[in-house]
């Protein structure tokens, strides 16, 4: 395995997923734009995920759902009043910036407990975001249906409500991982092929 550092290691895997959602038949100039783009949202990605892993969520997960919710666009706003990278609903946002849930890590599905405006208005929607995905990661069966509770609530399934989302992420996130291998087998090529045995060595002292 090639010698990365871990930021640059979640790097590479922040850049793969956003341009896995390149559109198919893209022209060279939407291609060339769409590129700049994403390398632009990078660094946020990075600091994401960087953020979720010391919070003990796999830093995977959160790169996935960024890119697939909001190709990491911090300003992005559904039809439904999702916002942010995440695309934390109004819901999401009462149960998961509440003082209780910042406490404690649960959910407040009591209402006494919902966040007032006034947090929603402070409310940190990343670490929000963290909180509601290591909890459903913990309590779902496999990663889809995890990622289906996030999208469908507590009653989503991988084969039920917010099914076809859970298998949308996870396929973008086996698409990444799957050119994540090809570009680490590129530069296993190259390294062998330039014998760098100084750098392997620096490498191992590090």
Same mark, same amino acid.
């Given at each position: 395995?090639?010698?990365?550092?871990?930021?640059?290691?979640?790097?590479?895997?922040?850049?793969?997923?956003?341009?896995?959602?390149?559109?198919? $038949?893209?022209?060279?100039?939407?291609?060339?734009?769409?590129?700049?783009?994403?390398?632009?949202?990078?660094?946020?990605?990075?600091?994401?995920?960087?953020?979720?892993?010391?919070?003990?969520?796999?830093?995977?997960?959160?790169?996935?759902?960024?890119?697939?919710?909001?190709?990491?666009?911090?300003?992005?706003?559904?039809?439904?009043?999702?916002?942010? !990278?995440?695309?934390?609903?109004? !819901?999401?946002?009462?149960?998961?910036?509440?003082?209780?849930?910042?406490?404690?890590?649960?959910?407040?599905?009591?209402?006494?407990?919902?966040?007032?405006?006034?947090?929603?208005?402070?409310?940190?929607?990343?670490?929000?975001?963290?909180?509601?995905?290591?909890? !459903?990661?913990?309590?779902?069966?496999?990663?889809?249906?995890?990622?289906?509770?996030?999208?469908?609530?507590?009653? $989503?399934?991988?084969?039920?409500?917010?099914?076809?989302?859970?298998?949308?992420?996870?396929?973008?996130?086996?698409?990444?991982?799957?050119?994540?291998?090809?570009?680490?087998?590129?530069?296993? !090529?190259?390294?062998?092929?330039?014998?760098?045995?100084?750098?392997?060595?620096?490498?191992?002292?590090?």
């Amino acid at each position: 395995m090639p010698c990365l550092t871990p930021r640059i290691d979640l790097a590479l895997w922040c850049f793969t997923a956003l341009m896995s959602l390149l559109p198919a $038949g893209a022209s060279p100039s939407y291609r060339a734009k769409y590129t700049r783009i994403m390398e632009g949202r990078v660094g946020r990605c990075v600091s994401i995920a960087h953020r979720a892993e010391q919070e003990e969520l796999d830093p995977l997960i959160a790169i996935a759902v960024g890119a697939y919710e909001s190709k990491f666009d911090p300003t992005a706003k559904s039809s439904r009043g999702a916002v942010g !990278v995440m695309q934390m609903t109004p !819901v999401a946002l009462k149960t998961w910036c509440s003082a209780h849930s910042i406490r404690t890590g649960e959910p407040s599905f009591d209402p006494s407990l919902y966040a007032t405006r006034e947090e929603i208005r402070r409310c940190d929607h990343i670490g929000a975001s963290i909180r509601y995905l290591r909890y !459903v990661d913990a309590k779902a069966p496999d990663l889809c249906s995890a990622l289906a509770m996030y999208n469908g609530g507590t009653r $989503g399934s991988c084969r039920g409500r917010g099914g076809a989302y859970g298998r949308a992420v996870v396929r973008l996130m086996s698409k990444a991982h799957d050119e994540v291998v090809d570009h680490y087998r590129l530069l296993d !090529v190259i390294q062998a092929h330039y014998d760098l045995d100084d750098e392997r060595a620096e490498c191992a002292d590090d």
